[in-house]
């Protein structure tokens, strides 16, 4: 009789415990959603920018300006960002700069930022190019001008287009 109760007291204790490993797995993933988010390019959002003849689409999600290239773009040496925002409503964190190549801050002053993206060659265009992170309000940030840098050294000035609205809508 003492063994059986032993047997099921050691039975509860290992439920017990991982009910508990469960619970803070789940406290944890519920705290933390951005584990979760990848920066991808829906089907919905590639045929948007094809359609509207955009070189550049981005959308502000989770606190991250992602900015992605079009599938049927040249990819160029390098493309400078100038990235807009309200000072009092947006601080914008460079450390965590991210996505594919080599990133520098080329100019920066109170409500501007650029980012220049380069080695950028054997880029996934599926992906983000340019993972910005900030705090703040959403609506107070976006993309101004895109400048391209072609393999040949001449500029092009690249047609933007934000994935925003559509974005909120296939969620």
Known sequence: ????????IKKNSLILLWGAILAVWIFYVTNNPDMFTASILSLQ?????IEKWRDIGYK????YVDIFMAENMETPASIDFTVLFDKDKISINQQQLSGQGVFATINQN??????????IQ????????LILPFTGEMN????GEAVATLIDGKQKNLSIGTLN?????SK
């Open 1 to 8: 009789m003492i063994k059986k109760i032993a047997v099921t």
């Open 45 to 49: 959002e590639k045929q948007f920018i």
């Open 60 to 63: 502000t999600n989770s606190w």
């Open 110 to 119: 109170d409500n501007e930022i650029t980012i220049r993206s380069s080695e």
């Open 122 to 129: 054997n880029t996934n265009k599926g992906q983000s190019l």
């Open 140 to 143: 107070a940030i976006l993309i």
């Open 165 to 169: 609205e559509i974005t909120s809508h």
